[in-house]
């Protein structure tokens, strides 16, 4: 366990250089944030039924989205992995007297944590002042915030164990960019992040309900908010812990099984 601590030690010192970027990236968020609320709001002025979520609830959760993207979302990535396992230098990797799964595991986690650090604070400090019904609101009480840091929490380390299949599937498709594609933009969707679950037809929330992705953030952001109870939530921990077991294992079975038949490029 020290060498991963280490690892996401360093990770994490190293992302935390790259204010720049971070700055580029709130400026970013914070335009996508008022775009999409000034979508929905000229939905709701003109819906004919209850919408799912109050305009509030949903203003709440598109800045929790914007804030925490870097946790969330699966597009995130590592492009030195990718070289690593493109150019046949995952050999070095290789000697590590450490895990391979654990060492990705802690530097991915690292780099995503880093990078929210930067962006959030000053994205839910405005949210905060800005005019209804564009602010983020507090939490209906103490109890919903907690509930809300304990999903975030497992959430992160649940996208990071569904990112991992992402660089595992480049050990055979020697194409990043198609497994970029591929799981950004179907995990996208199925985490709420391009719109929220309670929106989308009763039979593809069915679906959504039976795959891990929308534990990743629809799940967290609804439960800031209170649209989703208490009780509900508790039990939605519960159903993280067993997806991030299960996910963890058979990841970490399935690059053990990659490993023994890679053939590194260049002999």
Not at 104 to 131: D, E, H, N, Q
Not at 228 to 257: F, K, N
């Given at each position: 366990?020290?060498?991963?601590?280490?690892?996401f030690?360093?990770?994490?010192?190293?992302?935390?250089?790259y204010?720049a970027?971070?700055?580029?990236?709130?400026?970013?968020?914070?335009?996508?944030?008022?775009?999409?609320?000034?979508i929905y709001?000229?939905?709701?002025?003109?819906?004919?039924?209850?919408?799912?979520?109050?305009?509030?609830?949903?203003?709440?959760?598109?800045?929790l989205?914007?804030?925490?993207?870097?946790?969330?979302?699966?597009?995130?990535?590592?492009?030195?992995?990718?070289?690593?396992?493109?150019?046949?230098?995952?050999a070095?990797?290789?000697?590590?007297?450490a895990?391979?799964?654990?060492?990705?595991y802690?530097?991915?986690?690292?780099?995503?944590?880093?990078?929210?650090?930067l962006?959030?604070?000053?994205?839910?400090?405005?949210?905060?002042?800005?005019?209804?019904?564009?602010?983020i609101?507090?939490?209906?009480?103490?109890?919903?915030?907690?509930?809300?840091?304990?999903?975030?929490?497992l959430?992160?380390l649940?996208?990071?164990?569904?990112?991992?299949?992402?660089?595992i599937?480049?050990?055979?498709?020697?194409?990043?960019?198609?497994?970029?594609?591929?799981?950004?933009?179907?995990?996208e969707?199925?985490?709420g992040?391009t719109?929220?679950?309670?929106?989308?037809?009763?039979?593809?929330?069915?679906?959504?309900?039976?795959?891990p992705?929308?534990?990743t953030?629809?799940?967290?952001?609804?439960?800031?908010s209170?649209?989703?109870?208490?009780?509900?939530?508790?039990?939605?921990?519960?159903?993280?812990?067993v997806?991030?077991?299960?996910l963890t294992?058979?990841?970490r079975w399935?690059?053990?099984?990659?490993?023994r038949?890679?053939?590194?490029?260049?002999?």
């Amino acid at each position: 366990m020290r060498t991963y601590r280490s690892v996401f030690k360093l990770r994490l010192l190293l992302g935390m250089q790259y204010r720049a970027a971070a700055l580029a990236g709130v400026a970013t968020q914070f335009f996508w944030g008022f775009m999409l609320i000034m979508i929905y709001r000229a939905f709701y002025l003109h819906a004919s039924g209850q919408p799912p979520m109050s305009l509030e609830e949903l203003a709440s959760y598109i800045w929790l989205q914007q804030a925490f993207l870097a946790l969330v979302a699966l597009w995130f990535r590592d492009n030195e992995l990718f070289t690593l396992i493109t150019t046949g230098n995952i050999a070095y990797e290789l000697c590590r007297p450490a895990d391979l799964y654990g060492f990705w595991y802690a530097k991915l986690l690292g780099m995503r944590l880093s990078a929210a650090i930067l962006r959030c604070i000053p994205i839910l400090l405005v949210a905060a002042f800005l005019p209804a019904p564009y602010r983020i609101q507090l939490p209906p009480d103490a109890s919903a915030f907690v509930l809300f840091a304990a999903a975030l929490l497992l959430g992160l380390l649940l996208v990071v164990a569904i990112s991992m299949f992402l660089y595992i599937s480049v050990f055979v498709t020697m194409s990043p960019t198609g497994s970029m594609i591929v799981f950004g933009l179907i995990g996208e969707f199925l985490a709420g992040l391009t719109i929220p679950v309670p929106y989308m037809p009763s039979w593809l929330q069915q679906i959504v309900y039976a795959l891990p992705f929308r534990w990743t953030a629809d799940f967290p952001f609804r439960v800031y908010s209170g649209n989703i109870p208490h009780d509900e939530a508790l039990i939605g921990l519960a159903v993280q812990v067993v997806w991030l077991l299960s996910l963890t294992l058979l990841g970490r079975w399935l690059l053990g099984r990659t490993m023994r038949k890679v053939v590194v490029q260049g002999g």
